[in-house]
């Protein structure tokens, strides 16, 4: 029994969805990298906050000690104007880095 042009086109592409899907599910599962890795509390506050925290953009937040569970909260939530910030922007150990920077005290010289 001779397959018509249809048929033929068909079989094929039932064919490469199978081969695609089986080689989906036998791929091995991937690790993801730590990714980049601040330097410290420091380089992410640079980098990342001062654009609006050291331009009057938002409110200042360095030396007013303020909890480092809160500056947590915030980064992740945001606040008003503020954007939420997802773990894949800030990591939570980079997160943990910018509150402690951001709470301390800054000392007088």
């Known amino acids: 029994m001779k397959k018509t042009k249809l048929e033929s086109i068909a079989s094929g592409f039932i064919l ?15 690790i993801p990298g730590r990714g ?7 380089e992410i506050y640079a980098k990342i906050c001062a654009y609006c925290h ?8 360095r030396n007013r000690e303020l909890p480092t569970e809160y500056i947590r909260t915030v980064v992740r939530n945001g606040s008003r104007a503020m954007p ?8 939570d150990e980079s997160l943990v880095k910018l509150a402690d920077f951001i709470s301390k005290k800054e000392a007088k010289h």
């Open 54 to 61: 050291e331009a009057q953009v938002g409110p200042p937040i």
């Open 36 to 42: 980049f890795v601040w330097k410290d509390g420091a």
């Open 84 to 91: 939420a910030f997802r773990s894949s922007e800030i990591d």
């Open 16 to 30: 490469a969805i199978a081969f695609a899907a089986s080689n989906a599910w036998s791929a091995p599962e991937e």
